[in-house]
């Protein structure tokens, strides 16, 4: 007998990928009674072993297609590069009035790469959680990730209203605040808080980690220094982000090419000892920092 539960918005769900983000969201509905069924897909049988074993997963296949049969809600958790191949393997799985979304990172990529191959009466949804650490794997999850973060959904001209509702209300049970947003907006505004931070983390950490042996075992010894953050923001999955670098070109050329400008002008002003340009800038990053506080967004995973 299924459950009843006013909390329930889709009754059988189904997470195509299981790591941090998949985890993070079968652990919330698991734990709160979301919905009546989890079935689970990955690449691998461990993942799938382990999604059982931490409890999180009702049933779980290898076969794509089999899982998403009677899904109310399909949520695709794997890497961007991912969705053309899942897409065509699920397409004839899902049933007349599902519901299917994502978490990817990008959003103009895979509206791109999904919406060609969506069944007739099927709804896409896409969303992005903002939230995240970096951690990969079922292990890695926890149910907690959501909560105060944004979740933005960038709906696609054929989405209709109810299934926009009944997404937004999926994530604000899991915790989340839900924005609505154009999926061109979403990848510019990614670019610069997320996707050119991790950039520029991976390339301090690429070039410490290329010095004279001395220097970089140093800078690991006094990483307390600032480098330590930068490690942390490097140490994140190495597939998900050459997938997002790949599908959000444009927008991350843009803003490297500002950060490029503004990085040349603060090497004039250190060259030319213009101590007053560093302060002012300085002083307007301190402000900056202040109004992420103040959006309550300053927890150490993102
Ligand atoms: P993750 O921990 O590395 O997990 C990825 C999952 O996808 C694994 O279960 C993997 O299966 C599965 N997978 C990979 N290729 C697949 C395929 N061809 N078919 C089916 N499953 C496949 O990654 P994550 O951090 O959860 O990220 C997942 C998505 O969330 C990405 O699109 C990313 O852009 C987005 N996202 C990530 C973060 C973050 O901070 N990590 C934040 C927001 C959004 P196996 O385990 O069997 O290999």
């Not at 296949?61 to 958790?77: M, R």
């Not at 794997?78 to 065509?88: N, R």
């Not at 209300?169 to 999926?183: A, D, N, R, T, Y």
């Not at 000892?273 to 302060?279: C, F, P, S």
Request: aromatic share 6%; glycine share 6%.
């Amino acid at each position: 007998m299924p459950k009843k539960n006013s909390k329930i918005i889709f009754k059988r769900i189904t997470l195509i990928g299981i790591g941090l983000i998949g985890s993070s969201i079968a652990r919330r509905v698991k734990r709160d009674g979301l919905a009546n069924h989890i079935s689970v897909s990955a690449r691998s049988q461990n993942s799938l072993d382990r999604a059982v074993e931490l409890g999180f997963a009702d049933t779980v296949t290898l076969d794509q297609e089999d899982s998403v049969k009677n899904a109310d809600l399909v949520i695709i958790c794997s890497p961007i590069g991912a969705y053309s191949d899942i897409i065509q393997n699920i397409r004839l799985g899902l049933k007349p009035g599902a519901i299917i979304s994502d978490v990817g990172s990008v959003k103009q990529a895979v509206i791109r790469d999904l919406s060609p191959h969506i069944p007739e009466g099927v709804h896409l949804v896409p969303a992005h959680p903002v939230a995240g650490t970096e951690h990969s794997g079922p292990d890695a999850g926890f149910p907690e990730l959501f909560e105060d973060r944004f979740c933005i959904i960038t709906p696609t001209k054929q989405t209709n209203k109810k299934s926009i509702n009944q997404v937004t209300q999926f994530w604000q049970s899991l915790g989340s605040k839900v924005e609505i947003m154009e999926p061109n907006h979403h990848d510019l505004v990614m670019a610069m808080t997320s996707h050119l931070p991790h950039l520029i983390a991976y390339t301090i950490v690429g070039t410490a980690t290329d010095l004279e042996k001395t220097l970089a075992n140093e800078v690991i010894k006094f990483s307390a220094g600032g480098f330590r953050d930068f490690t942390r923001i490097a140490a994140s999955d190495p597939t998900m982000w050459r997938d997002v670098f790949l599908n959000n070109r444009d927008a991350v050329l843009e803003m490297l090419q500002r950060f490029s400008e503004d990085i040349t002008a603060l090497q004039r002003a250190i060259r030319w000892g213009e101590g007053d340009t560093l302060h002012e800038l300085f002083s307007r990053t301190r402000e900056a920092r202040r109004g992420v506080i103040e959006a309550k967004q300053e927890k150490m995973y993102d």
